[in-house]
C-alpha cells in the first residue's frame, strides 16, 4: 500500500498515531514481559541494569526488573502520564528495583555505557527515524550489552470473517500511521536496522499479536476489532483522514460500525505478526 515510502517522506519528527487515550492505554497495560517479551529474557541474568525505551505503563518493565533483579531497571518514555501508571504498578507489586523517568529516545538522558541491556517494545514503528533510536540505545549500552526489539508488520495482518470495511479501516489506520511519520512495516527491517546501526550478531524471531487470548477463545481477536472501532473516531485518526480526503465522516461512522460488529463474531480472527530482533554492540 505504499506506506513504508510515505512514512520515509514523512515529517522528521512523527507524531505518535495512538495516542494515550484511556483505551489505547489499557491495551498497553495488559502487555507483559513472560509475552510480550518472551523472546528476550533468555538473554537476561541477575545484576544486568536494563533500560526500557518507550516502556508506556510499565507493565513489561515491572517484569523484567524481575529477571535482572537486584539489579536496577529504567523505564523511559516521553509521556509523564503513563510513566505515573507504572509507578503506582511497581509500588503495587513491591517491585524495588524499578524507576520511570520522562525522557526521548533521541536523547536519552545518560551517559555512555551505562547498561547491560536495552529492550524496546513498539517504539521504533513510531518514531521516524529508527536508525538514530538504535544508535542512541547502542550509545547508552555498554561493550557487549545486548538489545531486544519487537514491532509489528502491518501489512501481515489475516481477518476473518473477511470484511470489506474492516480491510478498509486496517488500510486507513496505516495511512495515517505513514503519514504521521511512522513504519507500520518496520518488523521486517529489524535486522537491518540493528546492523546499519552497529549491532552484530542479530537474530530474528516472530511471533503473533490479535491471535486470541491466553485461554484460546476469540477475545483478543474481538477487543482488536473494538479498539480498531474505537480509534477511527478519535481526532488524532480521523483529523488526517477526512482533511486529507481518504474518506468522509459518513464513511468513518460506517468503517467504525463494521468493526465494532466484527468484533461480536463468534468466530472472529485477526493475527498480525511480529518480528523481534536481538543484537549485541560487540
Not at 527515524?129 to 508488520?153: F, H, Y
Request: with cysteine; hydrophobic share 45%; aromatic share 8%.
Amino acid at each position: 500500500m505504499g506506506s513504508e515510502q510515505a512514512g520515509t517522506a514523512a515529517k522528521q519528527t512523527a507524531t505518535y498515531t495512538y495516542g494515550h487515550t484511556p483505551a489505547v492505554v489499557a491495551v498497553h497495560a495488559a502487555r507483559s514481559a513472560t509475552r510480550e517479551a518472551a523472546f528476550f529474557l533468555p538473554h537476561l541474568q541477575p545484576g544486568m541494569r536494563l533500560l526500557d525505551v518507550g516502556c508506556g505503563p510499565g507493565t513489561i518493565t515491572v517484569g523484567l526488573a524481575a529477571a535482572v533483579a537486584p539489579a536496577e531497571v529504567v523505564g523511559v518514555d516521553v509521556a509523564e502520564s503513563v510513566l505515573e501508571q507504572g509507578r503506582s504498578l511497581a509500588r503495587e507489586e513491591h517491585v524495588p528495583n524499578v524507576r520511570f523517568q520522562q525522557g526521548s529516545a533521541l536523547t536519552l538522558p545518560f551517559e555512555a555505557d551505562s547498561f547491560d541491556a536495552v529492550f524496546s517494545h513498539t517504539l521504533l514503528e513510531h518514531v521516524a527515524d529508527p536508525a538514530a533510536v538504535l544508535r542512541e540505545a547502542r550509545r547508552v549500552l555498554r561493550p557487549g550489552g545486548v538489545i531486544g526489539v519487537r514491532d509489528c508488520d502491518w501489512e501481515s495482518g489475516i481477518f476473518w470473517p473477511a470484511d470489506p470495511d474492516l480491510d478498509l479501516a486496517a488500510q486507513l489506520y496505516a495511512r495515517v500511521w505513514a503519514h504521521n511519520g511512522g513504519h507500520p512495516t518496520c518488523g521486517r527491517r529489524l535486522r537491518a536496522l540493528l546492523q546499519e546501526s552497529g549491532f552484530r550478531r542479530v537474530a530474528t524471531s516472530a511471533s503473533f499479536r490479535w491471535d486470541g487470548s491466553q485461554d484460546g477463545s476469540a477475545s483478543g481477536s474481538r477487543a482488536f476489532g473494538e479498539l480498531l472501532a474505537h480509534r477511527l473516531l478519535l481526532p488524532n485518526l480521523a483529523g488526517p483522514i477526512v482533511e486529507s480526503g481518504w474518506a468522509d465522516d459518513a464513511t468513518l461512522r460506517r468503517v467504525s460500525g463494521s468493526c465494532a460488529r466484527w468484533s461480536q463474531h463468534p468466530d472472529a480472527l485477526c493475527a498480525m505478526t511480529m518480528v523481534e530482533a536481538v543484537g549485541w554492540s560487540d
